[in-house]
């Protein structure tokens, strides 16, 4: 199984950045996928959430309503859209895919992607 993702870059405060994530290996259509994300020095954190069939989707607090989830099952491809972006959105992001959700809700993925390179400039 391989999680690739693509679309990281350098960009200003305020710009919008889409990062993609396709999977290989297995098909996730019936599977959780989300994002976290890792700022330099920092623990990786969960960013979003979303089920098999986009009727569950989750934001961590300091995201949500910047950053927009979605998935395409037919490309095996989990999206995310995040506008009116900060520095503190500085991190490397990682697709997530598989595994289950537990307490709050938590989730906790099955299979992890290599991540990509996110930098707001100020």
């Known amino acids: 199984v391989q999680l690739v993702e693509s679309g990281g870059g350098l960009v200003q405060a305020g710009d919008s950045l889409s990062i993609s994530c396709a999977a290989s290996?297995?098909?996730?259509?019936?599977?959780?996928m989300g994002w976290f994300r890792q700022a330099p020095g920092k623990e990786r954190e969960f960013v979003a959430f979303?089920?098999?069939?986009?009727?569950?989707?989750y934001y961590a607090d300091s995201v949500k309503g910047r950053f927009t989830i979605s998935r395409d099952n037919a490309k095996n491809t989990v999206y995310l859209q995040m506008n009116s972006l900060k520095p503190a959105d500085t991190a490397d992001y990682y697709c997530?895919?598989?595994?289950?959700?537990?307490?709050?809700?938590?989730?906790?993925?099955?299979?992890w992607g290599q991540g990509t390179q996110v930098t707001v400039s100020s």
């Open positions: 979303i089920s098999w069939d986009a009727l569950s989707i």
């Open positions: 997530a895919a598989g595994g289950r959700l537990i307490g709050g809700p938590i989730y906790r993925p099955d299979y």
């Open positions: 290996g297995r098909t996730f259509s019936s599977d959780f």
